[in-house]
Nanobody, 126 residues
Framework: QVQLVESGGGSVQAGESLTLICEVS????????MGWFRQAPGKEREGIAV???????YYSDSVKGRFTISQDNIRKRVSLQMNSLKPEDTGVYYC????????????????????WGRGAQVTVSS
C-alpha cells in the first residue's frame, strides 16, 4: 500500500522560505508523477506543482517563479522549496503520486493523482 507522508510545514513571516518534503513508502515502482496540492481556508484544493519521472515540471501561475518541485528517486521523496512566501500561500499542503496529468496547448494542466498524503499546514503571516 502506497503511503505518502508530508513534513516541513510550519508558520513563517511573509517573504520567508519553507521546504516541504514528501516521503514515499510502499511503492513497488518508481513513480510516474508526483505533485503538491494546496487547500486554502474556504477554498477548493488546487494543484500547484507536479514533476514527472523524466523531470518535466508544471506549476500553477500562483506559485511559478517562487516554488520549486524536485525529486530524489533514491530516497523516494519529493520536495517543494517555497520562497518569497505570501499570506495567500497559507493552507494545507498535500503530497500526491501517480495518476495522470492532462495538458492544454495554453499551458494549463490538470493533475489527477492516485494517492494522497494527509497534509501539512503552512501558515504565512504578514
Amino acid at each position: 500500500q502506497v503511503q505518502l507522508v508530508e513534513s516541513g510545514g510550519g508558520s513563517v513571516q511573509a517573504g520567508e522560505s519553507l521546504t516541504l518534503i514528501c516521503e514515499v513508502s510502499g511503492m513497488r515502482h518508481n513513480f510516474k508523477l508526483m505533485g503538491w496540492f494546496r487547500q486554502a481556508p474556504g477554498k477548493e484544493r488546487e494543484g500547484i506543482a507536479v514533476i514527472a519521472a523524466l523531470g518535466s515540471t508544471y506549476y500553477s501561475d500562483s506559485v511559478k517563479g517562487r516554488f520549486t518541485i524536485s525529486q530524489d528517486n533514491i530516497r523516494k521523496r519529493v520536495s517543494l522549496q517555497m520562497n518569497s512566501l505570501k499570506p495567500e500561500d497559507t493552507g494545507v499542503y498535500y503530497c500526491a503520486s501517480d495518476g495522470a496529468i492532462s495538458r492544454e496547448l495554453s499551458g494549463a494542466w490538470d493533475y489527477s493523482p492516485d494517492h494522497w498524503g494527509r497534509g501539512a499546514q503552512v501558515t504565512v503571516s504578514s
